[in-house]
């Protein structure tokens, strides 16, 4: 049933952890002593960081608080307390030696394993439907997609491999109208049913959202390369005033990780970006990433749109006009398969626009899980009703905070951690993060009103 911590419950935990546990080793695995100590960009933690504090929030979530046990190493917590020592710290703490801490997520490991196993199959609100557990197997994830931001800003050669995503069919890409129209009324945003969604996502409420226009598939580097072209960043019209502030003072000129290779400032010559320890030309075709959220609102003011609000764009990946209720993700019901999405870092890139189109929404709109986060045009708020659960600092600290709202996953994001519920946020000004964005316009009156 569900809400009980079942046998098909209890499976679905142990695959998601264990899951989550090979994507942590192999990109920590991958690096020396010196790889996984140093600290390749003030934004991130050391790797080794990253990989002792999932082992602690597993110590503390499941060991304590779901086992009832004493923990294995409460005394760490202080020093992987990601609220008492800010990033650009944290080399200075007494963190454990790679071989230190991969021996600690080990043991911590496999006394969840038995925890797991022992747990009582109902009666508290943190066990319901396995909640504790998918909600540890989400933060390791979190954590191995920040590690592969990590990995990204890292310089030196390339020490992951990933397989190439699905090339689209052209003409089913050219025969893709630019933009989607979603009808105006009412649906139903987040969640009080998934059991493993997270606080943020709940509870379920009706939110009325006008009819809007959004782009079939996210803006991509061509699109992109044309606003730098014609002057984008050096145009205040196209600027918020905080965004426009912030480009002119850290020099923004195109998204993190590009180069322009010839041609004089401002114009021509071509653009490549370092991927993973690799230098490439940049793909006219795949959606644009690393951008913050001033470029992309300054790009949607340019093209003479906007960035979709979170509400427009959770309708557009749930609402499903046949039935009127909102889906689990863009396709339906079902868990992410490589066909629907590229999610879960089996690829180091997102793939072009246009494919996965046995991904697609109801109304059209393709690529909304995966590939890219999407900007959205919202601040992080609490849904009516939102309690914090089970803890403030996942996400209540934050509200209200002028965070703004990314949607939709990336290629780096694992299925468990990706839904259409599923909320992210960050600073307007963060480039490392996978993100991209698409746009959209409000209808004008008359266009897809209900009658
Ligand atoms: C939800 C991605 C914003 O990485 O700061 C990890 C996830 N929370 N550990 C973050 C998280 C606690 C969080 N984000
Ligand atoms: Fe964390």
Partial sequence: APGEFDAGARE????????????????????????LTAQHSPLMSPLVWDLAHIGNQEDIWLLREAGGGPGLRPALDPVYDAFRTPRA??????????????????????????????????GSPLLAGGFV??????????????????????RGPAVLTGEEPPRPDPADVAALPREVLVP???????????????DNERPAHPVDVPAFWLDTVPVTNGAYQEFIDDGGYR??????????????????????????????HGGGGTWTRRRFGHTEPVPAGEPVVHVCWYEADAY??????????????????????ATGASLRHPWGERDPEPRHANLGQRSLRPA????????????GARQLLGDVWEWTASEFTGYPGFTA??????????????????????FGTDAVACRGTFRNWDHAVRRQIFAGFRTARTATEGEGDLC
């Fill in 12 to 35: 679905r935990a142990r695959a998601a952890l264990e899951r989550a546990r090979e994507r942590t080793l192999a990109l920590t695995d991958c690096l020396d002593e010196d790889g």
């Fill in 89 to 122: 710290d944290r080399p200075t703490l007494p963190m454990l030696p790679p071989d230190e801490a991969r021996a600690f997520v080990a043991e911590v490991r496999a006394g969840a394993l038995e925890v797991l196993e022992r747990a009582p199959a109902g």
């Fill in 133 to 154: 557990f998918g909600m540890v197997a989400q933060h390791e994830q979190q954590h191995d997609e920040t590690m592969l931001a990590t990995h990204q800003l890292r």
């Fill in 184 to 198: 105006g009324g009412v649906f139903t945003m987040g969640t009080s049913t998934d059991p493993w969604a997270l």
């Fill in 235 to 264: 145009d205040p019209r196209w600027w918020s005033p905080e965004g426009w502030e912030y480009a002119r003072r850290v020099g923004l000129e195109a998204p993190l990780f590009w180069k322009r290779e010839g041609g004089i």
């Fill in 300 to 321: 949607a003011r340019w093209a003479g749109r906007r960035l979709p609000t979170e509400a427009e764009w959770e309708k557009a990946a749930r609402h499903d006009p």
């Fill in 352 to 363: 072009p626009a246009g494919a996965y189109p046995e991904g697609a929404a109801p109304c």
């Fill in 389 to 410: 659960f089970p803890y403030r600092e996942y996400s209540e600290v934050f509200l209200g905070d002028g965070y703004k709202v990314l949607r939709g996953g990336s």
